[in-house]
């Protein structure tokens, strides 16, 4: 598939990358503490702290690799909601939606919360960013990471993506879709996925992540944006699902399009698509 879609040494390098230990990255909570004063933090309880490069990432200077610690529960930092643990490619999403102040978000398929986070924290505490997810486990890891971060503009709802909840049509500024895929670009991480993922199970993946746009997509409002995201390099599950996705629903237009390698940067491969429905 991928020597298909992207040459064989665009595939060699993914397949490289792919056996390289994942470094641990992390997102300074920019509304309790600055990068700087986080790096201090760092420095005193013994973490080894390499701020990104701000030519190679611009707008991600509150981001770092961390290591030189046994676990993360162990520092004050952590418990204290001064960061968050965020892949690089995973903190584009909050970053290209750029939500203004007072703006409601939905995020669908939240758990653990990551990209709801860092949305309620860039809203200044304005808004409210209610993160779904559809079991009672997920939404206990949502609840963790809001006490954890003390954001009184996000809360944790038990729902399930592919049921339409009437209440929230037409009611988003933003819907975040990041949606469950093959995982492709995350196998550094999750190793199993290369002994397990099938055509069949990717194709039974497209078919879920249709029925799941189709909903939830009826839940931004005119001038809104869906955002769509995934953690892979299949491009049924991406470009070709945005095609799909753009001739089914003509009221939306594409704004921006991203495949994202895991050799070419720190982060995990990962797909985004930023759709605006239109005013």
Not at 57 to 78: E, M, R, V
Not at 158 to 187: F, H, N, R
Request: one cysteine or more; aromatic letters at 8%.
């Amino acid at each position: 598939q991928w020597i298909g879609d992207y040459g064989k040494e665009r595939t060699k390098e993914i397949l490289a990358a792919s056996l390289l230990e994942a470094p641990i990255t992390v997102r300074t909570n920019l509304e309790r503490i600055t990068p700087e004063a986080l790096a201090e933090r760092f420095k005193e309880e013994g973490v080894t702290a390499v701020p990104l490069d701000t030519e190679k990432y611009p707008g991600l200077s509150y981001a770092y690799t961390i290591f030189g610690f046994d676990h993360l529960n162990g520092l004050s930092s952590f418990q204290e909601g001064l960061f968050y643990v965020q892949d690089i490619s995973s903190m584009m999403v909050a970053e290209t939606v750029a939500p203004k102040k007072d703006s409601y978000i939905i995020d669908v398929c939240a758990a653990p919360g990551g990209k709801s986070v860092h949305l309620a924290e860039k809203l200044g505490g304005t808004g409210m960013v209610e993160a779904r997810d559809l079991t009672e486990y997920k939404t206990d890891l949502i609840r963790q990471n809001i006490a954890r971060h003390q954001l009184s503009n996000m809360r944790a709802v038990q729902m399930d993506a592919t049921v339409l909840d009437e209440a929230s049509i037409g009611k988003a500024d933003a819907v975040i879709a990041d949606l469950p895929c093959s995982g492709l670009g995350v196998m550094r991480r999750k190793t199993d996925i290369k002994y397990k993922m099938t055509l069949q199970t990717e194709q039974e993946l497209v078919s879920l992540q249709r029925k799941m746009l189709e909903t939830v997509c009826q839940y931004v409002k005119a001038g809104g944006t869906l955002l769509y995201s995934t953690c892979t390099m299949d491009k049924m599950e991406n470009e070709d699902n945005v095609t799909w996705f753009l001739k089914q629903h003509p009221q939306f237009e594409l704004v921006k399009m991203q495949q994202i390698f895991p050799q070419k940067t720190y982060g995990d491969g990962f797909f985004l698509a930023k759709l605006q429905k239109k005013a």
